[in-house]
């Protein structure tokens, strides 16, 4: 199965497999850029265009697969945690979370996609269970759904993109020392137009935030330091063909104020919570990996800052381009979680 993120700046896809020892392989990976406007707050607005860049995308990659997990953004999806009794049957489980779906969701239920799983045991009373539900609109899932079947793929999940993330950072949780026990790690994904910041512990959400801050702000910056076209700015910023005074009139002052959005960002987390310290910061997305990021990040905010590589420990198969795939793994978070759901049906 394809993990496929389609998002306002660009679609990746990547393929995972198993090899004899049962180790992950990283079988297929490419990225395609995506002009602005096609996509904005998660909607299409260019479906043909962007279909027609997916199927690049798969040209490109070399796949033959045709089942496809997706993603919707969080703000797309309304999720719930809800106690129910425990020991009830599949069926009267399904009964008892539309029954109670109804409360938290402000739409009639025949307009919305709606699932459920099974979390735990409830942590406030032992002989109820914890059951977490999710919901979105019909027609944005189906809006998906249509992009993968127009490109003769077949959509076998849509899960919510932060769930992905986490899924996929989970690996990299568990080779910290302790294997992440207790750690709080605070997850930084610099998108193109927003960066979306999530608190994890042992598995569990302590905060998220979203802020309009990313590296679409970059190449604006290009634009009006150079006057190149947006379209040039953009393949210039991914080629780094730009010009010597580069580093230090644009890229370095932009570095600073992403250093102080994501230190501005904790700051928030600290307030609103009972926590005052994180054990780990991790930035991925595609303008994690700027030059002298994470060094400024720990710098600013005297926390340990990691770049993430969803990839790392996986067994790189042949037709990856390794150079490419080593240059923009952080922006694979996704995808990877994404592809990581063939292993945890």
Known sequence: MLGLDVSTSGIKLVEL???KAG???LEHCASVPLEHGWITDGNIDKFDEVAEAIRRLMKKSGTKTKNVAMALPLSAVITKKIILPGGLSDQ???LQVETEANQYIPFPLDEVSLDFCLVGPSATSADDVEVLIAASRR?????????????????????VESYASRLALARLIEKLPDQGADSIVALFELGGMTTS????RNDEVLYDRDQAFGGAQLTQLIVRQYGFSLEEAESKKRSGELPEDYEASVLRPFVESMVRE?????????TSTPHNKVDYVMLAGGSAALSGLTAAVTKQTTFACNLVDPFEGMEIGDAVSLKKMTRE?????TACGLALRRFKQ
Do not use: H
């Open 92 to 94: 009267e489980l399904e």
């Open 329 to 333: 793994a952080p922006s694979y978070l």
């Open 17 to 19: 497999g198993r090899n």
């Open 197 to 200: 910041m999530q608190v994890i």
């Open 139 to 159: 027609e944005k899932v189906q809006d998906i759904q249509g992009l993968a079947e127009a490109v003769g793929l077949k959509p076998v999940i849509v899960d």
């Open 262 to 270: 994501i230190a501005r960002a904790l700051q928030f987390f600290f």
């Open 23 to 25: 180790n992950l392989v």
